[in-house]
């Protein structure tokens, strides 16, 4: 049981830094940012929302209080980090890696929030793994 908390803090600190980081970038480094955006071929009018997001997203995933929210950030997460490393693919800028660690960081945080807090073995049953 020790193992499985040491290696959910470890992802879960290092998603929600990327994360943090990234929103962080958003706010007082926007004309950077929409820059990226541009290149990127993304509208510039998500670049606030998106951050406001990400930081509600890492409250959710460490305060545990609603788990519906919980969810709906690691769904977040996992989206965005998806669709971040496939736009960096397409523009062959060769900044993808952040996003390939965000995505394994993301599912390795949630099957051991399942493993260290319950529900795994429900979880399990329920998709007939």
């Not at 998603?15 to 990127?40: D, H, K, V």
């Not at 545990?64 to 996992?78: H, I, Q, R």
């Not at 490393?85 to 390795?108: C, N, R, Y």
Request: proline share 3%; glycine share 6%.
């Amino acid at each position: 049981m020790k193992r499985n908390k040491i290696i959910y803090w470890i992802s879960t600190g290092l998603l929600c830094a990327l994360f943090m980081f990234s929103a962080m970038m958003y706010f007082f480094n926007y004309p950077r940012i929409e820059g990226f955006f541009i290149n990127l071929g993304f509208p510039v009018w998500i670049i606030y929302p998106l951050a406001v997001l990400k930081v509600f997203g890492v409250i959710a995933i460490l305060t545990k209080k609603v788990n519906l929210l919980k969810e709906l950030a690691y769904a977040g997460f996992l989206y965005d980090a998806i669709l971040a490393l496939s736009a960096h693919i397409i523009v062959d800028d060769g900044e993808f890696m952040p996003a390939v660690i965000a995505i394994v960081a993301t599912a390795v945080s949630w099957v051991y929030d399942r493993k260290v807090f319950g529900n795994y073995e429900q979880d399990l049953k329920k998709i007939n793994v």
